[in-house]
């Protein structure tokens, strides 16, 4: 069955680094265009991050362009997504999704709190 766990979130103080980890497992992880997700509270759901099938395309929110790193290892069916120079406002879960056509998975999500 798909399964995507991500982990690595936590509570870090503004400035701050963290890096997220989404393992993949149970379809053609080379296929799929991963993207990382995030929720704060009270607000929706908004696209982090993404990066194609092979890495050759990458694409950031405005509001991390220069501070979030997005990066997958094909053979070990993961996607990272490396966070520096964390804000307050970065506090959220943070959700790994995998896409292709019709298929759409999502992981059960990572929280990450920035704060001092």
């Known amino acids: 069955q798909v399964q995507l766990v991500e982990s690595g979130g936590g509570l870090v103080q503004p400035g701050g680094s963290l890096r997220l980890s989404c393992a993949a497992s149970g379809f053609t992880f080379s296929s799929y265009t991963m993207s990382w997700y995030r929720q704060a509270p009270g607000k929706e759901r908004e696209l982090v991050a993404l990066?194609?099938?092979?890495?050759?395309?990458?694409y950031y929110a405005d509001s991390v362009k220069g501070r979030f790193t997005i990066s997958r290892d094909n053979a070990k069916n993961t996607v990272y997504l490396q966070m520096n120079s964390l804000k307050p406002e970065d506090t959220a879960v943070y959700y790994c999704?995998?896409?292709?056509?019709?298929?759409?998975?999502w992981g059960q999500g990572t929280q990450v709190t920035v704060s001092s």
């Open positions: 999704n995998a896409a292709f056509s019709r298929y759409d998975y």
């Open positions: 990066i194609s099938g092979l890495g050759g395309v990458v």
